[in-house]
């Protein structure tokens, strides 16, 4: 079983561009979140995909969007982006079988966005 | 809203010695709390699962424990190593919602001196 894949693991972009990154969730699960951590932080979370539509969202401007695709992999997306975006973006993978109510989630090792 | 608390953020101590990390939360209604531990630069790996229902989860040298009436939830570490040395996050899950969203707290780090 592969878990949470996440890329890139690092990149560099500066104020106003735009970047996507992306996931694949361990096998099997069929929801995936994105949560972003400052430096000494915890994380906070962006939003949650389900079938392919968002159904969770938190406290984050619209020019932070995602997509998810039939196969469950995901991609974050952030436009403008500004220094305070800089950050670790997680991306955490849930399963939907019997242990579903569980509700344990699974996180890869992140996308460190450095912006200029 | 949900605010999630941990105390110490920081603490070290001598090897071999047993410990315990705090994780408080303002709401009870929770659904429920996860423990992850953290190295540097690095993603999150999940320790232990604590449904709101239950009261306490083990793991080999960790033990988890959950008084939602409270708020609280404890993580013991039994003979501590300097493998362990990390930041160590608690986090709940509201009991509300379809979204798995989970609400985090700042993390202990970690470090264990050999």
């Known amino acids: 079983e592969t878990g949470v894949t996440q890329s890139p693991t690092h990149l560099i972009k500066t104020r106003g561009q735009q970047v996507t990154l992306r996931c694949s969730s361990q096998?099997?699960?069929?929801?995936v979140s994105w949560y972003q951590q400052a430096l000494g932080q915890g994380p906070q979370f962006i939003f949650q995909y389900y079938r392919e539509e968002e159904n969770g969202r938190g406290n984050f401007p619209p020019r932070f969007s995602g997509l998810q695709f039939p196969n469950y992999s995901s991609e974050l997306n952030v436009n403008a982006l500004e220094l305070d975006d800089s950050a670790l973006y997680l991306c955490a993978s849930s399963s939907p079988g019997p242990n579903a109510n569980t509700g344990e989630l699974f996180f890869g090792e992140g996308s460190r966005l450095t912006v200029l | 809203k949900q605010e999630v608390t941990q105390i110490p953020a920081a603490l070290s101590v001598p090897e071999g010695e047993n410990l315990v990390l705090n994780c408080s939360f303002t709401?009870?209604?929770?659904?429920?709390l996860q423990w992850f531990r953290q190295d540097p630069g690095k993603g999150l790996t999940s320790l232990l699962l604590i449904q709101s229902s239950q009261r306490e989860q083990t793991s080999g040298r960790l033990n988890a424990s959950l008084d939602k009436s409270s708020g609280r939830s404890t993580l013991y570490i039994a003979a501590s190593q300097p493998g362990d040395s990390a930041t160590y996050l608690c986090a709940v899950r509201r009991a509300s919602g379809s979204a798995r969203q989970l609400t985090f707290g700042s993390g202990t780090q970690l470090t264990v001196l050999p």
């Open positions: 709401d009870s209604a929770i659904y429920n």
């Open positions: 096998s099997g699960h069929n929801t």
